[in-house]
């Protein structure tokens, strides 16, 4: 299956682990131990089945499921035959997924139990549904059904028999849909082999590490921070399905983790919980953080539990690892995402001039390098524009210092321009996120006759802590010029965020404008 596949891809990981290191466990799935032996075979067996069914280069498999070993196993088998996997996201709406099935245009459908009702209300908003079948030894490792085409008029389905390719889609992430109609983002195995290439050289991962995995598997970073590396390494990880406090700190001290990998809300989370300062982290050499900047209180509170936290900023178009802040460099520079990893090129474009920012300035984070994606799927002109020039352009507004670290100012759609100002909604939130009584913020510009645009801000207010709107705008205005204060405070329960837990702010302009 894998003689003469390219240099760079996956499917070769687990055959060289089962020859390597055969009785290690590779996953650790809810207490049920699957050996890299026991991997490489069931994703092998997989990969056989699927091609004996007719599935050609480039068909894509969607999938319905929460994070588990039957998922990885899929993943492994994708990689060796040549497919595409399309992991879709059970917290969208079956119309969100009826969407995403009919762009993906998936030959099957692999679902688990525990999301059958969402999987029959999407596909029963189809013309033309795909096949489906269960995830696992007991669905689509016993028998793969025949796949289902609609339409695949860019290149005839290839039933040959050669070798996976470095340049070979791999995965096809949706993105977050932050800015509206999210948009298939096609990662190659090369995009994949290099991001992990680039994330081992900067956080190392070794045979005798055991990675705590909790990010979905839907998103980019449930593949490629950490246990794609970590399987490659042929160390264990431990997948959970969600991310539930009480259950993760069990977990670090019972399986005695070594790295995890989590966005700031899920450390505040565990470092308010009444257990953590009683918790053994003592095998918890590092963790990961990704999503926005760690504040400096909550820095403080996981080094004075001894552990190493290492930031990072991505985007799932750069597969998706750009940015990264060591530990010991984040220590002295709070709020700063860092410095490009091993084998990315990042450049700043002037937002208004499109001319290159040499030096220290303020500019649009442009990307390129062998982790940079395909392509969007099935859409060239967005395509054309996100790579206008050879380069990814982010849509970040960043900024670098004279010693070259960069600083995220805000999406650059998120900026709004008030009497002839630019103002960061990220640089408000900051502030409102200081006063005692403001437990989330969320800034968006609105439409206005006089200014052009005026901030209104969206704020959770922290239980048995009071303040009304005036206290919180005298507050803003002790921090900020006079044009950044927002006009407006609405008091809310919560706040809309995506799959990573990012404040949507496309969701809150809906509902203004």
């Not at 762009?103 to 189809?126: K, S």
Request: hydrophobic residues 45%.
């Amino acid at each position: 299956m894998l003689r003469g596949a390219g240099l760079h891809t996956l499917g070769r990981w687990t055959r060289d682990r089962a020859i390597a290191t055969p009785a290690r466990v590779a996953i650790d799935d809810r207490g049920v131990s699957l050996r890299y032996a026991d991997l490489d075979g069931r994703a092998s067996a997989l990969a056989r089945r699927l091609r004996a069914a007719g599935y050609g280069v480039g068909d894509r498999i969607a999938t319905i499921t929460g994070n588990s070993a039957d998922h990885v196993v899929l993943f492994f088998a994708c990689a060796q035959a040549r497919l595409v996997l399309v992991p879709l996201s059970w917290r969208l709406s079956p119309r969100e997924l009826a969407a995403q099935l009919d762009q993906a245009d998936p030959a099957l459908l692999l679902v688990e139990e525990e999301f059958d009702a969402l999987a029959t209300a999407a596909l029963e908003r189809l013309a033309a549904p795909p096949g489906s079948a269960r995830l696992g030894p007991s669905g689509v490792e016993r028998r793969a059904p025949r796949p289902t085409r609609r339409r695949d008029p860019e290149s005839a389905v290839e039933l040959d028999n050669r070798p996976v390719q470095d340049d070979d889609p791999l995965l096809l992430m949706f993105t977050s849909g932050t800015e509206g109609h999210p948009r298939g983002v096609l990662l190659t195995h090369a995009n994949c082999f290099w991001t992990n290439l680039s994330l081992g050289r900067t956080i190392e991962i070794s045979s005798r590490d055991v990675v705590l995995a909790v990010l979905p598997q839907f998103h980019v970073g449930g593949w490629n921070i950490q246990p794609l590396l970590a399987w490659w390494m042929g160390a264990t990880v431990v997948l959970e399905r969600t991310f539930e406090p009480d259950r993760v700190l069990h977990l670090l001290a019972e399986r005695r983790v070594t790295t995890m990998m989590g966005v700031p809300t899920n450390y505040l989370l565990l470092a308010e919980h009444p257990d953590f300062a009683t918790t053994d982290v003592s095998s918890l050499r590092q963790a990961v953080v990704g999503g926005a900047s760690m504040p400096a209180p909550l820095l403080r509170t996981w080094h004075e539990r001894g552990v190493a936290l290492t930031q990072g900023y991505g985007l799932t178009e750069a597969s998706p690892n750009v940015l990264c802040l060591p530990d010991d460099e984040a220590r002295a520079r709070v709020g700063c995402a860092g410095k490009p990893y091993p084998h990315v090129e990042v450049a700043l474009c002037d937002v208004v001039t499109g001319e290159v920012v040499e030096g220290a300035g303020r500019g649009e984070l442009l990307v390129r390098g062998p982790g940079v994606f395909a392509g969007y799927f099935r859409d060239p002109e967005a395509t054309e524009r996100a790579l206008a020039g050879g380069w990814l352009h982010t849509g970040d507004l960043v900024e670098r210092d004279e010693d070259g670290y960069f600083s995220v100012v805000d999406r650059i759609k998120d900026i709004f321009i008030t009497g002839g100002e630019n103002v960061s909604p990220a640089e408000v939130e900051a502030v409102l996120a200081r006063h005692p009584a403001v437990a989330e913020a969320a800034v968006v510009g609105v439409p206005d006759a006089r200014w052009g645009e005026v901030g209104v801000a969206h704020v959770v207010l922290r239980r048995g802590v009071a303040t009304d709107s005036e206290d919180l705008r005298a507050h803003c205005a002790r921090e900020l010029a006079a044009f950044k204060v927002p006009t407006q405070i609405r008091f809310v329960p919560s706040l809309p965020h995506t799959s990573l837990d990012k404040i949507s702010r496309h969701t809150l302009l809906k509902e203004l404008v």
